[in-house]
């Protein structure tokens, strides 16, 4: 791999070695010194034209541990404001020696574009661009449900085959959701698409998903194994797209009625950030079953995985190489 641009190219072989060394990296988590030496003399880049707080905080911390220099851009306030382009950002990056470009846009395929572009010798990876994919976020929520569902010791080498995983909310907007059916299905999960109509996206009756309208039907139907919750992304939508917020908390809410009637193995998973007491309550998202901050946790492991495999231009199994 040289870069992380999405999940659909993702086989399940190469799914599952990125989960097995995230699962590398997670061991070493545990010691006193959590730093490791793979990445010395390699510097990050943080490039983000949108705000996030998990991804990029995650992706600091992943980048610190494995001891590369860490540099956070954030459009806002930078020389983007002037009119900068992304090929002139890009090449400033390229002058600094880059080794490696971890980037959020707003535009579908920038990633991508930056990463054939020939400007920067870099490798890119994806921290979510438009509503196209977050291929970290996806293989974040494998590693979690793998681990929710096998415990951390039996998860090494496993794919999710036949987990039930329903995924609720405003899917037409969701990088998330695109990401979680692509890697989802390619380690054999099932996974159902819930939400009003006009939040379902353009073409996903072609997509592995089964499409529903109502939760209540899913959650009898599908039997998840995994509800995820997603946020109502009004940021990216017309007006005319939303119920409003009375009839989505009623009709696609994880609700304390609907929380209280899941099935004991059920978990519950949102990527953030959440809207408390619109797409799920309170009580649902501090439950035991929520694992909100077990993702965010996960996360940093997973994208050690990632900044890894990416480089440190190494080969093999990191087993032989990580300090016992
Ligand atoms: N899940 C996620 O991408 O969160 P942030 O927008 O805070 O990074």
Do not use: C
């Amino acid at each position: 791999m040289r870069h992380l641009l999405d999940t659909r190219t993702l086989t399940r072989e190469a799914a599952v070695r990125i989960l097995d060394t995230a699962e590398e990296m997670a061991d070493t988590q545990h010691r006193e010194v959590r730093k490791l030496p793979a990445l010395r003399g390699k510097t990050v880049v943080n490039l983000f034209y949108e705000d996030s707080t998990r991804t990029r905080i995650s992706f600091e911390a992943a980048a610190k541990r494995l001891s590369a220099d860490v540099i956070n851009f954030s459009a806002k306030g930078s020389s983007v404001s002037k009119g900068e382009s992304l090929k002139d950002t890009a090449q400033t990056l390229q002058a600094i020696g880059a080794d490696g470009v971890v980037i959020r846009h707003p535009a579908s395929g920038a990633p991508d574009r930056l990463a054939r572009s020939g400007w920067i010798d870099a490798g890119v990876l994806n921290a979510g661009d438009g509503t196209h994919e977050h291929p970290t976020q996806a293989l974040l929520d494998a590693f979690t449900m793998r681990r929710r569902i096998f415990g951390a010791q039996a998860s090494r080498g496993r794919d999710l085959d036949g987990v039930s995983v329903v995924i609720v909310g405003d899917l037409a907007h969701s990088r998330v959701a695109r990401s979680n059916l692509w890697l989802l299905t390619a380690l054999g999960a099932r996974v159902a698409f819930v939400g009003p109509e006009t939040l379902q996206p353009y073409g996903a009756r072609e997509w592995p998903a089964t499409v529903r309208h109502s939760l209540d039907e899913a959650l009898r139907e599908d039997a998840p194994d995994v509800v995820m919750l997603l946020r109502i992304q009004s940021e990216r939508m017309h007006a005319a797209y939303f119920p409003n917020e009375r009839e989505y908390a009623r009709n696609w809410g994880l609700d304390d009625a609907r929380l209280a009637a899941l099935p004991e193995r059920t978990i519950i998973m949102h990527p953030g950030p959440m809207n408390r007491g619109l797409e799920i309550s309170s009580a649902a998202a501090d439950s035991e079953r929520s694992t909100v901050l077990e993702q965010v946790a996960n996360g940093v492991s997973v994208r050690m995985a990632a900044l890894y495999l990416l480089l440190s231009g190494e080969r093999g199994d990191p087993r032989d190489r990580l300090p016992g």
